[in-house]
C-alpha cells in the first residue's frame, strides 16, 4: 500500500481556508491518479471539488483518531501545518492543556487565565520524575534540566522566546521557582530568596506595556542560576541584553513607559517622596506620550513596595534605594525642561534661566543647573587644534536632551543588575554547574520596524540556527543510537541570512562604517546597502521596497520584513556629549557619579558611547551594534558549551481573552518560532517511532507466526517487509522501529481493513448459526403441533370414557349421601341433648365455686382495710415528725443563706430586676395571705360575737320566761319588745352571716387563681428552663467542636515548629562543623571545650506554646535567650571563649532587674548578704501574695458555689429570656473575674519560679524546711547512681549502645532505668543530680535520634523510651499524685523535663516518618500505577509511547511492585510492634503515611495521560485493595488509614464507570464525593482508551458532568492536585505506667552498668 492509496473515501483531509487557516474535509469517492478533481464534505455539510492536477497538489491527510490530542506534536503520523495547529487547538480547547511537547521544544499557549498548575504540590509531583512519564509542563522541563545537570554533571540552559505577550515573563518565573524549590529545600538559603526577589525589581525597570501585552520585557535576559555539589543553589548571575532605551523618551499610542516612572507618581504622596517634586503621570512629557496611564488590575504604588521590599532583600539600603528612585524622578522632570528657538532663522536653542524642570533636574541629581542648561544647547568642536563652542539648534537640543536622559536610565539600569548580580554572587563556595534561564524577545514584525527590532530578529536568526542544528544533531544522535543505517538530513539553514547580517560588508559593517564618517547619514548607508547587496553582489534574502528609496527588505527565517533606514545611525551610534557627563561625574550625590565614573569599564553593555570634544575621541569605537553582536556572541557560546532545553511560548489571540484560539495568529507565531522547522526537519527523517513491544502490542493483528511479547522484535522484522514493501518507508533499530511520515497511517488503514475483514467473516459465522438455528426451531414447532393434535384426539376418547364412568359414580355417591346425612342428623341430636345437660350441671357447680370466692375475698379486703388504716396512722406520724426535724434544719439552712447573701450583693444587683419581681409575687402573695388570715380572723371574732351575743340573748330570754312565769300579767308589753328586739337581733346576725360567708367564697375564688396562675408560672419556668439547657447544650457542643478544630490546627502548627526547629538545629551543626573546619583549616587556635560546651541547643520547648504557660504570662520576660539567640552569640560574640555557659547570673539577674524597675547602678554592687537580705524579703512578699492569692482564690471558690445554688433557686422564678441572659452576663463576668485572679495567681508563681532558677542557692534552705513540702517517704525498689558514673552511665546505656544490642533490650528499659536512678537521687534529696540526670538522657536521646536518623528500628526505639520517661515523670509529678495515695511524688521541678521529653517524643515520631516516607516517595508511583500485579490484563492494550526523541527505559532493575511498598510498611509496623507502642501511635502513623500514598498516586495519575485507561485503573484497584487489606490485617483501618485512600479509589472507579449517558455523568457526581471537581474533569479529559472497544469521553458528557459539579456545594477549595505535604497532627495521650521496681527489670551485662546498686 502506497500513500496515494490512503485517499479513499472517508479518509480526513485539510484544506486551505482564508479564516480558520485550514479546515478539515471528508473525502467522498476514492482518489485515481489522473483525476482533476477530490470531492470533498466539509463539517458544515458543504460539498466542495478541490483541484488536485497532480498528485503534489493533494490536500494533507488528517492524522488516525488514536493520535488525537497527543501531547508531542512528533508523534504524529501526518508531520504538516494543518496537523500540529489541529493538535494545539484541540489540547488547548477542548482539554483546557497548555503545554505541548514538539520534540525537545515545549509550545506554551498563554491562556490568559489563572490555572491552579502552579503551586508547590505540583512541584512535587514533577520533582524527580521522568519528563516522559508525566503531562507536558514547564515543570517537567526545568526537571529535565536538573536531573541532566545532576547526572551528567554538565550545564543546562533553558531557552524561553516567544513573541511580546505571549507569556515568557511568567514561563521564566516559573522556571526559577521550580528551581528555588527544588534545590532549595535541602538548606534552604537566602540565595533561593534573592533570585525570587530579582523579579519585581527587573520587571519595574525593564517592563512596559506595550499594544500587545500588559507587562512586555522590553530587555533580554539571561539568568545562570549556580548549582553545588549537593544540587542546592548557591549562586546566581544576570546578563542583560539590547534594554530598549528609546522608550524613556519616546511611547507609541496606547502604550507606556517602564513601570518604575508610573510607581513613583502613584506614591508621590508618601513623605520620603514628596522631595522628588513628583507629579501625576500626565504632567511629564516622558509618561504622557502613549495616553495610557493605568493598567487595569494594576496598583503602582502597590507594586513599588513590592520592589521596595525586593531591594531590601537584595541588600540594597534605603538610602540607596531613595538614591535610585531620586535618579528615576530627575529623568522626569529633565524630560519636561523646555528648549525654545532663537536668532534670525531658529537656529539657536536656549533654556530660560528659571525654568522649574531643570532646576528639580539640577537639585535632584546634584548638578550646576546653569551648566546642565548651556551644554544641552552647545557643543564643543575641534577646529585647527582649537577648541570651540558651537550652539545647536532647538532640534538638536531636544535630541541631546533626550540622549542624555536615556544614557542616565541606561547607566542607572546596568548599575542596578550589577548590584543584583553582586547580592546573588556565591558566597558558599564554588559553583559546580549552572542552569541557565533565557528570557529573550521573539521575531517581531510591525508596521514600522527600526533599528530596535533589527537587533532583535538578528538574534532570533541566531537562536534559530543553533536550534536547527541542535534539533539536527538530536535526530542523527538518535539514529547512531539505535544503529541505523542513515543518510544525512537536510534542513534549512539561514547561515545565509546570517552572514547577510553580521558577514563582511554586511548590514552592521556598513552601518558602522557609516557611524564612523563625519556626514554619514541614514540614506546614504542605505544607498550603500542597495549597491553591496543588489548591484555588485545580488543577495538572494535582501531586496529593495517599490515605493521607498530609504527602506530595505530582508527575507528572515520566519518572515519578509522591511526595515526603515531612518534613525538607524542615530540609535547605533546612541552618543552622549562628554561635558553633560563631566557635569554628572561632578555631582554632589555619590550614587550619580558612581554611575558615570566607572562608564568606560563597562564596555561590553550597550550603553552607547560618549562624544567628546576630540574628533580623534569623538565617538567611542564600540556602537550598539557592535556591543549587541559581541554580547550576543558570548551568549551562543554559552548555548554551545550547555544543554539546551526549548519553550517557545504563543499568544492565542491579540484581544487577551483567556482560552480563545485564533489560527491566524497561531500559525504565524508557529512558522516564526521555528516549531514547524522542527517538525520538518523530524519528518525528513523517520518521524514516527515505537518500541518493539509498543508496535507489537498494537499490530500484532497483522503479524503473522506464533506471537509472543517476548519475539516482538523477530515478529515485526519478519512482518514489516510484508506490510509495508518499499524499505526505505521504515528502518529497524536496537530497541525501536522507525518509519516515515505516513506510513503509520498506513499500518492504521492496514489494521483497521484487517479487523473489517475479520468484523465480515464473524458476520458470516454469525449469520450462518443463526440461520441453522432458525430452522431447528421450525422442525421442533413441526413436531410439535403433530404431537399437540394427536393427543387431543386421545383426550377426547378419554373424556367420553371418564363421563360413562363419572354417571355411575355420581348416583352410587349420591344415595349414599341421602344415608349419611340422615344418620348424621340422628347424631347430632344425640350430642345436642348430652351437652346441654352437662353443661346445666357445670353451671350449678360454678356459682357455688364463685359464691365462696367472694366470700373469701371479702374477709381479705376488709383485713387489708383494717391493717393499711394501721399503716397510715403510723406513717402520718413519722411524716409529722420528719417535717418538724426538716423544718428546723430549713430555719437554720435559712440562717446560714441569709449569713451567707451578704457576700453576693454584686449578684443581687446584676439580678436586680429579677429579685423585685421575685419579691413583689412574693409580697403579693404574702398580702394576700395576710389578708385571707385577717379575714378569717374577723369572721372568727364575728362568729364568736355573735355566738356571745346568741348566748346572751338566750340568757335574757330564759330571764324574761323566768319572770313572766313569775309575774305574767305586768310583763306582757316587755316581752314584747324583747321579742322584737331579739328577732331584729337574728336577722341582723343572719345578714352578717351571710355577707361573711359570701367574702369568704370570694377569697377561696381569688386563691385558687393565684394557685393556678403559680402552677402555670412554674409550668412556664420548667419549659424555659429545659429551652434554655437545650441551648445552652447545643452551644457547648458546637463551641466544644470549635475548640478541637482550633486545637488540632495549634497542636499542627506547633508540630510544624518544631520539625522547623529540628532541621535549624541540624544546620546550625552543619555550621557549627564547617565554621571548625574552616578555623581548623587556618590554623586557628582549638575552641574551648567549656565553649563548646556552650554551643549545644536548647530544648524546643522554648518555642513551644506550651512553654509559653505560665512564663509568657508573667510580666516578666525570660530569663533565657531563644535558641537562635544562643547560635548567633555563640558564633558571632567573640567574647564567648572567657564565658563558661550561656546561662550566666549576672544575665538572668540583668533582666530580672528590669523587669522589677530595679536601678542597674546599685544593684551591681548588691553582694553576699545584701542579694540575700533583699533576695529574702522578695521571697517573704512572694510567700505573703501567695497566701493571699490562695486565700482569695478559695474564697472566690466558695462564693461560685453560692451563687450556682442561688442560680439554681432562681432559675424556678425566671420569666423571660432577658432574665435568663442577665444571668448568663454575670456569670460570664464572674468567669472572666476569676480568670482574671487565676492569672495573677499564675504571674506571682512564675516569679517564684523565676528567681528559683536564678538563685537556686537560696531556695535551698526553704525547700528543706517547709512546713508545705511534702518530705521524702523511704521508696525502695530504685537504683542508685553515683555522681561520678553519671557520664558513663548515659554513654553505656544511650549515647554508644550498639544497635543489635539495644534491640534486644526488653521494651522501654533505658528509660526504665534511667527514672529509677532519677528517683532515688530525688529521694535522697539531691534534686540537682536528678535533674542533671534527666537533662543529660534527653539530650543524649536528641544526639542518639540524630546518629540513627535513617534506622527505623532505633527511631522507634528511642519513641518507646522517651513516651515511656514522660509518663513515669508525669505519674510522679505533684499534679498527678495527688488522686493516688500509693505513689510519692517527685520533690524535683520536672514540669520543663516534662516539656522536652514531650517535643522528643513528637521529634522521634516525625523522624520515624521521615524515614519511611523516604523510602516509600521514589516507589509509591511505580508500585501503585505502574506495576502489573494482575498479569495479561493490560498484554492487548495500548501501552503509553514515549515521545518521539526520548530514550528507551533502562533495564536491569527490577520495577518496584505493591509488596515492597508493603515490605516497608511492615518494616515501620515490626519496629513499633517490637517497642510495644500504644496502638494509637500505629493508627496515627500509618494514617499519615496511607495519606502521602494516596495523594502522591493520585497527583500522578492527574498528570499522566497514559494512566488514565479502563485496564490500568483494575490494576490500580486491585494494587489498593492489598493495601486495604493489609491494614485490615493488622488491625489498622479503624484509625482512618482507609479512609485516606477514598480519593484514589474513587478516581479509580471513575476510570471504571460509564461515561456516556446522562445517567452515568449523576452517578459519578454522587460517587466522587472525596474528588474535587477539577479533579474529576482532569481526569475524564485524559481518559485515554486502551482498546479499540473503548471510546473517548466527549466533550458533551464532560460538559454534562461539569454542569452537575456546579449544583455541588462540597465546600472544598479549588484545586486539582493534593498537598503531599500536609500533616496530621500527632497525639500522645497519657497513660499511666505500671509502679516500677528495680527488682523487676532484667538488665543485660552487655550494658556494662553494674556500677548501679539497688537500694
Not at 503621570?281 to 493605568?294: A, K, N
Not at 419549659?1023 to 439547657?1029: H, M, R, V
Amino acid at each position: 500500500m502506497t500513500s496515494l492509496d490512503l485517499y479513499s473515501k472517508g479518509a480526513c483531509v485539510w484544506i486551505p481556508d482564508p479564516d480558520a487557516v485550514w479546515v478539515s474535509a471528508l473525502l467522498l469517492q476514492d482518489y485515481s491518479p489522473g483525476e482533476k478533481h477530490l470531492r470533498l464534505q466539509l463539517s458544515n455539510g458543504q460539498e466542495v471539488h478541490y483541484p488536485a492536477v497532480s498528485p503534489s497538489d493533494l490536500p494533507p491527510l488528517g492524522n488516525p483518531d488514536i493520535l488525537e490530542g497527543e501531547n508531542d506534536l512528533t508523534a504524529l503520523s501526518f508531520l504538516h501545518e494543518p496537523a500540529v495547529l489541529h493538535n494545539l487547538r484541540v489540547r488547548f480547547l477542548d482539554y483546557s492543556s497548555i503545554y505541548t511537547y514538539c520534540g525537545i521544544v515545549l509550545v506554551a499557549i498563554n491562556p490568559y487565565d489563572q490555572l491552579p498548575i502552579y503551586g508547590e504540590e505540583v512541584i512535587d509531583a514533577y520533582s524527580g520524575q521522568d519528563m516522559d512519564d508525566m503531562e507536558p509542563h514547564i515543570f517537567s522541563v526545568a526537571e529535565e534540566a536538573y536531573r541532566t545537570m545532576t547526572r551528567e554533571e554538565k550545564n543546562q540552559s533553558i531557552i524561553i522566546s516567544g513573541e511580546s505577550g505571549s507569556g515568557k515573563t511568567v514561563s521564566a518565573k516559573f522556571t526559577m521557582r521550580y528551581f528555588a524549590v527544588v534545590g532549595g529545600a535541602a538548606q534552604q538559603t537566602s540565595v533561593e530568596e534573592r533570585v525570587l526577589a530579582s523579579n519585581p525589581i527587573m520587571e519595574s525597570i525593564g517592563n512596559a506595556k506595550t499594544t500587545r501585552n500588559d507587562n512586555s520585557s522590553r530587555f533580554g535576559k539571561y539568568i545562570e542560576i549556580g548549582f553545588g555539589r549537593k544540587g542546592d543553589i548557591v549562586a546566581a548571575n544576570m546578563r542583560t541584553y539590547l534594554l530598549e532605551k528609546s522608550r524613556v523618551v519616546f511611547q507609541a499610542a496606547a502604550e507606556r513607559n517602564y513601570h518604575i516612572f508610573y510607581q513613583l507618581c502613584a506614591s508621590r504622596e508618601l513623605p520620603e517622596m514628596r522631595s522628588f517634586k513628583l507629579d501625576a503621570p500626565e504632567r511629564f512629557r516622558y509618561t504622557s506620550q502613549g495616553g495610557e496611564m493605568l493598567i487595569p488590575g494594576t496598583d503602582d504604588l502597590s507594586d513599588l513596595e513590592r520592589t521596595r521590599n525586593a531591594f531590601t532583600i537584595l541588600g540594597v539600603q534605603p538610602d540607596q534605594q531613595m538614591e535610585l528612585f531620586r535618579i528615576l524622578a530627575a529623568v522626569l522632570h529633565l524630560g519636561n525642561v523646555n528648549i525654545q528657538a532663537s536668532g534670525r532663522s531658529s537656529d539657536r536653542g536656549y533654556i530660560d534661566a528659571d525654568d522649574r524642570s531643570l532646576a528639580v533636574f539640577s537639585k535632584l541629581l546634584g548638578v550646576e543647573g546653569p551648566q546642565m542648561a548651556h551644554w544641552l544647547c552647545h557643543r564643543r568642536l575641534a577646529v585647527g587644534g582649537e577648541m570651540l563652542v558651537k550652539p545647536m539648534s532647538a532640534q538638536q537640543a531636544v535630541d541631546a536632551r533626550d540622549a542624555l536622559a536615556k544614557h542616565i536610565y541606561g547607566q542607572m539600569f546596568t548599575w542596578t543588575v550589577q548590584r543584583l548580580n553582586s547580592a546573588l554572587c556565591s558566597r558558599r563556595g564554588q559553583t559546580k554547574s549552572f542552569i541557565g534561564v533565557l528570557d529573550i524577545y521573539g521575531f517581531e514584525t510591525f508596521d514600522r520596524n527600526s533599528f530596535e527590532q533589527f537587533c532583535i530578529n538578528y538574534a532570533n536568526e541566531k537562536l534559530q540556527q543553533q536550534f536547527n542544528r541542535h534539533v539536527f544533531h538530536l535526530e542523527q544522535e538518535e539514529y547512531v543510537r539505535e544503529e541505523l543505517a542513515w543518510s544525512r538530513i537536510e534542513f534549512s539553514d539561514n547561515q545565509q541570512c546570517i552572514s547577510l547580517i553580521e558577514g563582511q560588508l554586511g548590514l552592521f559593517d556598513l552601518l558602522d562604517e557609516e557611524c564612523r564618517m563625519p556626514k554619514g547619514s541614514d540614506e546614504s548607508w542605505v544607498r550603500k546597502l542597495y549597491d553591496q547587496h543588489l548591484t555588485s553582489k545580488p543577495h538572494p534574502h535582501f531586496r529593495k521596497p517599490r515605493m521607498s528609496n530609504s527602506a530595505f527588505i530582508v527575507l528572515h527565517f520566519a518572515d519578509t520584513v522591511q526595515y526603515e533606514g531612518d534613525g538607524f545611525l542615530e540609535k547605533n551610534r546612541d552618543t552622549v556629549f562628554e561635558e553633560l557627563i563631566n557635569i554628572l561625574k561632578a555631582s554632589q550625590s555619590e550614587l550619580v557619579a558612581e554611575l558615570f565614573q566607572v562608564q568606560g569599564d563597562v564596555s561590553t553593555v550597550a550603553n552607547g558611547s560618549v562624544r567628546s570634544g576630540k574628533r580623534a575621541t569623538r565617538e567611542h569605537r564600540l556602537t550598539v551594534g557592535f556591543q549587541f553582536r559581541q554580547s550576543l556572541q558570548m551568549l551562543m557560546d554559552t548555548l554551545n558549551s550547555t544543554t539546551p532545553h526549548y519553550v517557545r511560548c504563543i499568544k492565542p489571540n491579540d484581544l487577551k481573552q483567556p482560552f480563545l484560539f485564533d489560527p491566524r495568529r497561531t500559525v504565524q507565531q508557529l512558522r516564526a518560532c521555528g516549531v514547524l522547522e522542527t517538525i520538518r526537519i523530524s519528518a525528513a527523517g523517520y518521524p514516527s517511532r515505537w518500541t518493539y513491544e509498543e508496535f507489537f502490542s498494537r499490530y500484532r493483528l497483522l503479524l503473522r507466526g506464533p506471537q509472543s511479547q517476548a519475539q516482538a522484535q523477530a515478529s515485526c522484522r519478519q512482518a514489516l517487509p510484508q506490510l509495508i514493501p518499499d524499505p526505505d518507508q521504515y528502518c529497524f533499530g536496537k530497541t525501536k522501529v522507525f518509519f516515515r511520515a505516513g506510513q503509520v497511517a498506513v499500518l492504521e488503514k492496514l489494521r483497521a481493513e484487517r479487523l473489517r475483514v475479520a468484523a465480515v467473516i464473524i458476520q458470516t459465522q454469525v449469520r450462518g448459526w443463526l440461520v441453522r438455528i432458525r430452522y431447528n426451531r421450525i422442525c421442533w414447532a413441526i413436531v410439535t403441533i403433530q404431537r399437540y393434535c394427536r393427543g387431543a384426539l386421545a383426550r377426547r376418547l378419554a373424556l367420553m370414557l371418564r363421563h360413562s364412568k363419572a354417571a355411575l359414580v355420581i348416583q352410587k355417591t349420591y344415595r349414599m349421601v341421602v344415608v349419611r346425612q340422615l344418620f348424621l342428623m340422628i347424631r347430632q341430636a344425640t350430642i345436642t341433648i348430652q351437652a346441654f345437660t352437662r353443661g346445666t350441671l357445670e353451671r350449678r357447680r360454678y356459682r357455688l365455686m364463685i359464691a365462696e370466692r367472694a366470700a373469701v375475698l371479702l374477709q381479705a379486703r376488709a383485713r387489708g382495710w383494717l391493717a393499711r388504716q394501721a399503716y397510715r396512722r403510723v406513717r402520718a406520724a413519722v411524716v409529722f415528725m420528719q417535717c418538724c426535724v426538716r423544718r428546723r434544719a430549713a430555719r437554720r439552712e435559712l440562717l446560714k443563706l441569709k449569713t451567707e447573701a451578704r457576700s453576693v450583693e454584686k449578684y443581687r444587683e446584676l439580678n436586680k430586676g429579677m429579685e423585685v419581681k421575685l419579691m413583689q409575687l412574693q409580697l403579693k402573695a404574702d398580702q394576700e395571705a395576710r389578708e385571707g388570715a385577717a379575714l378569717r380572723e374577723t369572721l372568727r371574732a364575728e362568729r364568736e360575737a355573735t355566738s356571745a351575743e346568741l348566748e346572751a340573748l338566750r340568757a335574757t330570754i330564759q330571764k324574761l320566761e323566768s319572770l313572766k312565769k313569775e309575774k305574767p300579767q305586768p310583763c306582757s308589753v316587755i316581752s314584747e319588745k324583747e321579742v322584737e328586739e331579739r328577732r331584729r337581733a337574728e336577722e341582723k346576725a343572719a345578714q352578717e352571716i351571710l355577707q361573711l360567708t359570701q367574702e369568704l367564697q370570694a377569697l377561696q375564688r381569688e386563691k385558687d387563681s393565684f394557685c393556678k396562675e403559680r402552677e402555670d408560672l412554674s409550668a412556664r419556668l420548667l419549659e424555659q428552663e429545659k429551652a434554655q439547657e437545650e441551648c445552652v447544650r447545643q452551644a457547648v457542643s458546637q463551641a466544644s467542636a470549635a475548640l478541637r478544630a482550633e486545637l488540632d490546627e495549634e497542636k499542627r502548627k506547633y508540630q510544624g515548629l518544631l520539625r522547623e526547629f529540628t532541621r535549624l538545629e541540624q544546620r546550625y551543626d552543619n555550621l557549627r562543623e564547617m565554621n571548625l573546619l574552616t578555623e581548623r583549616t587556618k590554623a586557628h587556635r582549638r575552641t574551648d571545650s567549656m565553649q563548646s560546651l556552650s554551643l549545644e541547643p536548647l530544648s524546643p520547648t522554648l518555642l513551644s506554646p506550651q512553654s509559653l504557660t505560665p512564663l509568657s504570662l508573667s510580666p516578666l520576660p525570660s530569663a533565657f535567650p531563644s535558641p537562635e539567640e544562643v547560635r548567633r552569640v555563640s558564633v558571632t560574640s567573640p567574647t564567648l571563649e572567657r564565658r563558661p555557659s550561656v546561662w550566666s547570673f549576672e544575665t538572668a539577674m540583668d533582666q530580672l532587674m528590669e523587669t522589677m524597675d530595679v536601678a542597674k547602678d546599685p544593684a551591681v554592687k548588691m553582694k553576699g548578704e545584701d542579694l540575700a537580705h533583699a533576695y529574702d524579703a522578695v521571697r517573704v512578699a512572694n510567700k505573703f501574695l501567695e497566701s493571699q492569692v490562695r486565700g482569695q482564690h478559695s474564697q472566690r471558690e466558695d462564693e461560685l458555689e453560692a451563687l450556682r445554688r442561688q442560680l439554681s433557686q432562681a432559675i424556678s422564678g425566671f420569666s423571660s429570656a432577658a432574665q435568663q441572659q442577665e444571668l448568663l452576663e454575670a456569670r460570664e463576668q464572674e468567669c472572666v473575674r476569676l480568670r482574671r485572679e487565676l492569672k495573677e495567681l499564675r504571674s506571682t508563681v512564675s516569679l517564684r519560679r523565676l528567681l528559683t532558677q536564678v538563685l537556686p542557692s537560696a531556695f535551698a534552705p526553704e525547700t528543706t524546711s517547709c512546713p508545705s513540702q511534702p518530705k521524702s517517704a523511704a521508696v525502695t525498689g530504685l537504683l542508685e547512681c553515683r555522681k561520678r558514673d553519671e557520664t558513663k552511665l548515659i554513654k553505656n546505656l544511650i549515647t554508644d549502645i550498639r544497635v543489635d544490642s539495644a534491640l534486644a533490650l526488653p521494651p522501654g528499659l533505658p528509660a526504665s532505668v534511667l527514672f529509677l536512678c532519677a528517683r532515688q537521687a530525688d529521694c535522697s534529696g539531691d534534686q540537682t543530680h536528678a535533674r542533671s540526670l534527666c537533662m543529660a538522657a534527653v539530650t543524649a536521646m536528641k544526639a542518639a535520634l540524630k546518629k540513627h536518623s535513617n534506622d527505623v528500628d532505633m527511631t522507634a526505639l528511642w519513641l518507646k523510651n522517651a513516651c515511656l520517661l514522660h509518663d513515669l515523670l508525669t505519674q510522679h509529678s505533684p499534679a498527678q499524685t495527688l488522686d493516688s495515695d500509693n505513689l510519692v511524688p517527685l520533690t524535683t521541678d520536672v514540669s520543663d523535663l516534662i516539656r522536652a521529653l514531650s517535643d522528643l517524643c513528637i521529634q522521634a515520631y516525625q523522624q520515624l516518618l521521615s524515614i519511611t516516607e523516604k523510602r516509600l516517595q521514589s516507589i509509591i508511583v511505580p508500585a501503585l500505577l505502574e506495576s502489573e500485579t494482575i498479569p495479561g490484563l493490560t498484554g492487548s492494550a495500548v501501552k503509553s509511547r514515549k515521545r518521539a526523541n526520548s530514550d528507551p527505559r533502562r533495564v536491569g532493575g527490577d520495577a518496584p511492585t505493591m509488596a515492597l511498598v508493603l515490605r516497608e510498611l511492615g518494616a515501620l509496623h515490626a519496629a513499633l510492634s517490637r517497642q510495644d507502642l500504644p496502638p494509637a501511635h500505629f493508627s496515627q502513623a500509618f494514617h499519615q503515611l496511607t495519606y502521602l500514598i494516596s495523594a502522591s498516586a493520585l497527583n500522578s495519575l492527574l498528570l499522566r495521560k497514559d494512566m488514565c485507561c479502563w485496564s490500568r485503573g483494575m490494576q490500580i484497584r486491585y494494587n489498593v485493595s492489598l493495601l486495604e487489606e493489609w491494614l485490615r490485617s493488622r488491625g489498622l483501618h479503624a484509625g482512618g488509614a482507609v479512609a485516606t485512600l477514598e480519593p484514589l479509589i474513587q478516581a479509580v472507579q471513575l476510570l471504571q464507570a460509564g461515561k456516556k449517558t446522562e445517567a452515568d455523568a449523576q452517578a459519578l457526581v454522587q460517587t466522587c464525593t472525596a474528588l474535587s471537581s477539577q479533579q474529576i474533569v482532569k481526569i475524564l479529559t485524559l481518559y485515554t482508551p486502551n482498546s479499540d472497544a473503548d471510546e473517548r469521553v466527549t466533550l458533551n458528557f464532560i460538559r454534562t458532568v461539569q454542569g452537575h459539579l456546579k449544583g455541588r456545594s462540597d465546600g472544598q477549595p479549588p484545586q486539582l492536585l493534593m498537598d503531599v505535604r500536609r500533616v496530621f497532627p500527632v497525639t500522645f495521650l497519657y497513660s499511666p505506667p505500671p509502679v516500677l521496681h528495680a527488682e523487676q527489670l532484667v538488665i543485660p551485662d552487655s550494658l556494662k552498668i553494674s556500677f548501679l546498686r539497688r537500694v
